[in-house]
T-cell receptor
Framework: GAGVSQTPSNKVTEKGKYVELRCDPISGHTALYWYRQSLGQGPEFLIYFQGTGAADDSGLPNDRFFAVRPEGSVSTLKIQRTERGDSAVYLC????????????FGPGTRLTVT | KQEVTQIPAALSVPEGENLVLNCSFTDSAIYNLQWFRQDPGKGLTSLLLIQSSQREQTSGRLNASLDKSSGRSTLYIAASQPGDSATYLCAVGPLINYGQNFVFGPGTRLSVLP
């Protein structure tokens, strides 16, 4: 079946603008994760959904970042008043369950804030 | 707070060599450990998942071991090939009741020379 998909693949926006990044997980996967990866570093955890609810949002850096998963499948990461420091690759992963299950990653969205 | 390190940061070997990549973590209270491969500009591909109760997992030319008490995991690649060139990352999964904050290492960038 299809893997995890993310759109757009690239997004360039001006400082101060609002952006939305979309993740389509593998069908049937209840767990969904968002990560942020800067150049030369490993992914940094942002938020974890189990079904429709955010089970752990401890990685969101500040209140400009917000994510939703209203129907328990597609998720949207929303960033308000973007800053140049938000530039990174945003990765989404899904798994059949929580911590004990293998994570499958999407190709990522490269966000550039100018 | 869990911290994950990977040594070496970069490695270059001639084709055909066997090699070992290292991953260390500071908190042994983990649920599992997962090794990933990342090609430039791409998402992460899962290689092996080791549950905390396991000592090792094998897939083809790859073998991953886990020593939870010492906070170490190794990824062994046999008979390396140029196609193995990529960045290899390990990620530590927390115990379920600690939340879902998976922690990644910074990765080892591997180059296999033909």
């Amino acid at each position: 079946g299809a893997g995890v998909s993310q759109t757009p693949s690239n997004k360039v926006t001006e400082k101060g603008k609002y952006v939305e990044l979309r993740c389509d997980p593998i069908s049937g996967h209840t767990a969904l994760y968002w990560y942020r990866q800067s150049l030369g570093q490993g992914p940094e955890f942002l938020i974890y959904f189990q079904g429709t609810g955010a089970a752990d949002d401890s990685g969101l850096p500040n209140d400009r970042f917000f994510a939703v998963r209203p129907e328990g499948s597609v998720s949207t990461l929303k960033i308000q008043r973007t800053e140049r420091g938000d530039s990174a690759v945003y990765l989404c992963a899904s798994s059949e369950g929580g911590s004990g299950y293998e994570q499958y990653f999407g190709p990522g969205t490269r966000l550039t804030v100018t | 707070k869990q911290e994950v390190t990977q040594i070496p940061a970069a490695l270059s070997v001639p084709e055909g060599e066997n090699l070992v990549l290292n991953c260390s973590f500071t908190d042994s209270a983990i649920y599992n450990l997962q090794w990933f491969r990342q090609d430039p500009g791409k998402g992460l591909t899962s290689l092996l998942l080791i549950q905390s109760s396991q000592r090792e997992q094998t897939s083809g030319r790859l073998n991953a071991s886990l020593d939870k008490s010492s906070g170490r995991s190794t990824l062994y690649i046999a008979a390396s090939q140029p196609g193995d060139s990529a960045t290899y990352l390990c990620a530590v999964g927390p115990l379920i009741n600690y939340g879902q904050n998976f922690v990644f290492g910074p990765g080892t960038r591997l180059s296999v020379l033909p």
